[in-house]
């Protein structure tokens, strides 16, 4: 199976795109409740505040419309309240600016701003804190990193008609091992993680393919999402928060028949869309 686009051939008509935390593996929480807050407070000493911080920055990235933001945004945005309301954050505006303006939000692009950057104090630990994030996910137990109930079906059923291919801003090793784990790598065409760029980017190159955009369905959980379906003229399909198990079901039940028979757009399209919007508060 290809993790780069420049092998992959289009087989079928139609392509199902899927986003994997928090849309088809129940990662998202655990990660960012375990992993991504409490680095933060470490990497920037700010235990006095925890309980406080900790709280909003679960706010930021999984309960409201900056769900599933790249980290690197979700940390200038979190550092940028926590220098206002806590204690000041030092060399901010360097984090803020870079992570604003950066047309690639990830460890070696971090790195690439630091050595153009050399006097910057926020970059390196910006990137300590990345590299803590991942140390500490690939620490947390299988057990806690499990598909959400009905995805492998949903897959199976979805590879019958259409191909499949994951669209994630996530590691793509953590991806890669997460799908293997749970046998869901087996419904999957190309596997397209954080090192093939933008998700916006990667289902543009799909569209190259060979694919009609009215053929194309991203499904995922938040905003980037669906702003990536937005950019190719794609449609999307909400898996809700704390709804996944029904968002699976109605996509095997409902969802991939429209797209299959060119009903999708219109009425079906709105409903989700609503739905989405309702779920996030948006």
Known sequence: ?????TNYQKQKDFLVCVDSDGCAMDTMDVKHIRCFGPCMVTEWKLEKWQDEILARWNEINLYTMTRGINRFKGLSMALQEINEKYCPIEDLDT???WAANSPELSNDAVKRAMSQAPESVILPKALNWSLAVNESINRLPESEKLPFAGVKEA???AQQ???V?????????AVLDE???YGLLEHTDIVLAQDAGSKAFCIGELLKKGYAPDHVLMCGDAPGDQDAAKKN???YYPILVKHEKESWAEFMSEGLSHLLDGTYGGDYQNKKTTAFLNNLGG
């Open 161 to 163: 008609y259409a191909d």
């Open 155 to 157: 897959l199976a059923y």
């Open 95 to 97: 984090l803020t600016e």
């Open 165 to 173: 291919a994951i669209v994630s801003s996530a590691n793509l090793g």
């Open 1 to 5: 199976m290809p993790n780069h686009l």
């Open 179 to 181: 799908w293997k784990l």
């Open 233 to 235: 003229g794609v449609f």
